[in-house]
Structures are given as C-alpha cells and as structure tokens.
C-alpha cells in the first residue's frame, strides 16, 4: 500500500515548461489572503497559479470556468471544504494540489476532468472516496466519482418512477370505482357522470388509465411503461 504523500504525483515535461514562462504564472502563496482576488478571475490566459498556505475557504462558482486555460493549480494549506462542480467542465486542468485542506469529499464532477494527471490529497480528512479507492490511484479515483454520479441519478430515476406509480395507482383506483358504480346503475344519466368528478379528467387521460388498467389486470405493467404511456 503506498503512502498518501505519494499517492498520484507525476509531472511531466510539458508542465515543467510550462511553469518556466512568469507569463503564464501567479504566485499569491502565503499571503493570508481569506478570498480569490476578483482581478485573478480577469487573468483568462493563465496556466499555473499558486495559492499555497492561505486561508481561502472557497473557491469561487466561476473559477474553473473563468481560468479556462488553467493548468496547475496549488492550493495547498488553506481552509477548503470543498470544490466548485463546475470544474467537471474544465478540459485543460492536469495537475491538482490539495494537500492539507479539510476536504471530506471530493466532487463526483471532477470524475469528468479527462486531462487530469495528477492529484495530491494528502493530509485530507477524505470519506469519499473511501481509503481503498483513495490506494488504488487517480484512476480509480475518477472512475468512482464518475460511478458515484450515475448512481445518483439512478436513484433519482428510481424515486420517480415510485411516485408515478403512487399517482397512477390512485387515478386508476378512482377510475376503476367510477366504472363499477356506473356498472350497477341501469340508466346512467350525465349529471350522475359528471357529479363523480370524471368530466374534469381529460378524455386522453382516461384513455391512457384505461390501458394501464388493463396491463394491471394483466400483471404485465412495468415502471418504463408507466413513464412513457402517463407522462407524454
């Protein structure tokens, strides 16, 4: 099992020339500064900035996609809880250093940066991802944000499809008493009909329960066609 202080560092030598050009560069480490400066959101063009032993608790929502051209970023030793999802849409961030910040859990947008290379964590009280992915390296790393983000919305899909079901079951109980109560009256007359309240239910509606009545009484039904047949 490798130790955490050298759990996915590797630079390459690309980003070694990159941090020799003071063009693309900003070093604010150590400067006690509390917040990012709005003018370091300005600086589109930079590629590597250091933010080392500050006390900045976030980042801003806009920060990814301000610095879009962002490379290496070092923030290292500040107050951080957490990171921005946006940055799941940056495309050009290789090397991330977040040693030392109270981060908990890392973002499952940042499964979603394909160009990152290099992650430090160490020194982060991390819950998730767990330490045995937290072992196995950056690529596990993004592939359980990743996973962890489908997961969420398969429970999402899944809560949905349950409160469809609850709806659906109650209008197709309501419809199925209003037919069994017509069914015992010889003459079946309008003001009757409309006194149950059906008429205010749209006649695609009642035909759309009509056929998920059936498929009940034919224990075929399935939550996909609930979706697809009650909520077009």
């Given at each position: 099992m490798?130790?955490?202080?050298?759990?996915?560092?590797s630079l390459d030598c690309e980003e070694e020339d990159e941090k020799s050009s003071s063009a693309d560069m900003l070093y604010l480490s150590r400067r006690a500064l509390k917040n990012i400066p709005a003018s370091v959101l300005n600086m589109t063009h930079l590629k590597s900035l250091y933010l080392e032993g500050n006390e900045i608790r976030s980042l801003p929502e806009r920060f990814f996609s301000s610095l879009s051209s962002l490379v290496w970023l070092d923030v290292r030793n500040n107050r951080l809880t957490g990171l921005p999802a946006a940055i799941g849409q940056h495309r050009c961030l290789k090397t991330l250093l977040l040693e030392g910040n109270p981060i908990s859990a890392l973002p499952?947008?940042?499964?979603?940066?394909?160009?990152?290379?290099?992650?430090?964590?160490?020194?982060?009280?991390?819950?998730?991802?767990?330490?045995?992915?937290?072992?196995?390296?950056?690529?596990?790393?993004?592939?359980?944000?990743?996973?962890?983000?489908?997961?969420?919305?398969?429970?999402?899909?899944?809560?949905?499809?349950?409160?469809?079901?609850?709806?659906?079951?109650?209008?197709?109980?309501?419809?199925?008493?209003?037919?069994?109560?017509?069914?015992?009256?010889?003459?079946?007359?309008?003001?009757?009909?409309?006194?149950?309240?059906?008429?205010?239910?749209?006649?695609?509606?009642?035909?759309?329960?009509?056929?998920?009545?059936?498929?009940?009484?034919?224990?075929?039904?399935?939550?996909?066609?609930?979706?697809?047949?009650?909520?077009?």
């Amino acid at each position: 099992m490798r130790d955490m202080s050298e759990l996915h560092l590797s630079l390459d030598c690309e980003e070694e020339d990159e941090k020799s050009s003071s063009a693309d560069m900003l070093y604010l480490s150590r400067r006690a500064l509390k917040n990012i400066p709005a003018s370091v959101l300005n600086m589109t063009h930079l590629k590597s900035l250091y933010l080392e032993g500050n006390e900045i608790r976030s980042l801003p929502e806009r920060f990814f996609s301000s610095l879009s051209s962002l490379v290496w970023l070092d923030v290292r030793n500040n107050r951080l809880t957490g990171l921005p999802a946006a940055i799941g849409q940056h495309r050009c961030l290789k090397t991330l250093l977040l040693e030392g910040n109270p981060i908990s859990a890392l973002p499952p947008e940042l499964g979603h940066v394909i160009s990152l290379k290099a992650l430090s964590l160490r020194k982060c009280p991390l819950t998730s991802p767990p330490r045995d992915v937290l072992d196995r390296g950056l690529p596990s790393i993004l592939r359980y944000l990743r996973s962890s983000q489908l997961g969420e919305g398969e429970r999402n899909l899944r809560a949905r499809c349950r409160c469809v079901c609850v709806c659906v079951c109650v209008c197709v109980c309501h419809l199925w008493l209003c037919i069994k109560r017509m069914a015992c009256l010889k003459n079946s007359s309008l003001p009757w009909f409309c006194s149950t309240g059906v008429r205010s239910v749209p006649l695609e509606t009642l035909v759309k329960l009509s056929w998920i009545l059936a498929l009940l009484r034919k224990r075929s039904i399935t939550p996909d066609a609930i979706i697809s047949h009650s909520l077009d």
